[in-house]
């Protein structure tokens, strides 16, 4: 008993680590991309100034662009993290996907773009399709078995066992069609299928 306490004590320990450790690499990517982006910017814009006002320059807006590219990415590999601890064993995320919901009988608006503002994302994995709220906050949750995708013009319709679960327009990089398509083929591949209308609430995590 006491060996099988200690075992899954260390087991706990050692996600533990696992986690803290792709937090911390996210923050150092995106530290990372953050100062790549904002040097060249800053070359450019002083490429007539001496060289040690350019390089004093350079390294204080690098270091700025590095402190808030490692911050996002610490926020984002701690979002990653409340994400991964919904998976099942053997389950892996696939993408996220961007969206906003358009509201039953409403017309849809056009596809938005990249700098848009959303709080809403879908997370398609091997076993599901998520819909979360900035990242870690679960709407819901079915497995692909219990879902239907369809295409209104642009906009991407998913029921679930108990009706529409929403109506939703994609980010402008993203095919909406392709999702649909990718959502039937792991529906095809899912275990099961609904014997009919589920009376149960929808599952989250």
């Not at 986690?19 to 800053?42: D, E, N």
């Not at 099942?88 to 358009?102: D, I, P």
């Not at 906050?137 to 066992?161: F, K």
Request: glycine content about 12%; aromatic content about 8%.
């Amino acid at each position: 008993m006491n060996g099988t306490v200690e075992d899954a004590a260390v087991g706990d320990a050692e996600a533990e680590t696992a986690r803290r450790r792709r937090v911390r690499r996210s923050a150092v990517w995106g530290g990372a991309a953050g100062a790549a982006g904002v040097v060249p910017v800053a070359i450019n814009a002083t490429e007539f100034w001496p060289w040690w006002l350019n390089l004093a320059f350079c390294l204080v807006v690098g270091g700025g662009g590095a402190f808030a590219g490692a911050v996002t990415g610490r926020r984002e590999g701690r979002r990653s993290e409340v994400r991964r601890s919904t998976l099942g064993a053997g389950e892996r995320e696939l993408g996220q996907y961007r969206v906003k919901l358009v509201p039953e009988g409403v017309q849809a608006p056009a596809p938005f773009k990249e700098d848009d503002y959303t709080s809403y994302s879908l997370t398609t994995t091997t076993h599901r399709l998520q819909l979360w709220e900035f990242g870690y906050l679960a709407q819901w949750s079915h497995p692909w078995s219990e879902l239907h995708l369809a295409m209104e013009d642009h906009v991407v319709v998913i029921t679930g066992p108990q009706g529409l679960l929403g109506r939703f327009v994609l980010a402008r990089n993203v095919v909406p069609a392709e999702l649909v398509l990718a959502a039937n083929r792991l529906r095809a591949r899912a275990p099961g299928r609904p014997s009919g209308p589920s009376s149960s609430p929808p599952r989250t995590g």
